[in-house]
C-alpha cells in the first residue's frame, strides 16, 4: 500500500475512533481509556475533538513526510495495526450496547 494511502487511513481512522468514543462516552455505553483525552472530553467534545485531530495530524504529517525511513514505516505499520485494532474494540461495544452480544460474552472472552 502506497504510503500516502497509509498516511490517510491512519487519519481517516483516528476520525473515527473520534466520533465513535463520543458517542459511545456520551451514551453511557463506555469510558475514555486515556486520562488526558477523558479529561478533555470531560470539558467538551470540541476540546476533544481539536487535540485528537491535532495530534493525527501532527503525526500523519511527519509519518508521511519521514516515511522513507525505516522507523517511519515501523511506526505507520505499528499504529496502522493498533487503530485496526481499535476499531475492533469499538465494534464490540457497539455490539454490546446494541444487544447484539452480552457484555458477559465479551467479559469472558477478553478478561480471563
Known amino acids: 500500500m502506497p504510503l500516502t494511502t497509509q498516511t490517510l487511513l491512519l487519519f481517516a481512522l483516528n476520525l473515527i475512533d473520534a466520533a465513535l468514543t463520543i ?62 485494532g481499535l476499531m475492533g474494540v469499538h465494534l464490540f461495544t457497539g455490539l454490546v450496547s446494541f444487544g447484539y452480544i452480552s457484555e458477559t460474552f465479551v467479559t469472558q472472552l477478553f478478561v480471563k
Open 23 to 84: 458517542y459511545w462516552v456520551q451514551n453511557g455505553y463506555a469510558t475514555e481509556g486515556n486520562h488526558l483525552m477523558a479529561t478533555l472530553l470531560d470539558i467538551g467534545v470540541f476540546p476533544f475533538l481539536a487535540v485528537k485531530i491535532a495530534v493525527g495530524t501532527v503525526a500523519s504529517i511527519m509519518l508521511w513526510r519521514w516515511g522513507k525511513l525505516k522507523i517511519a514505516k515501523y511506526g505507520l505499520a505499528t499504529t496502522l495495526v493498533i487503530y485496526i
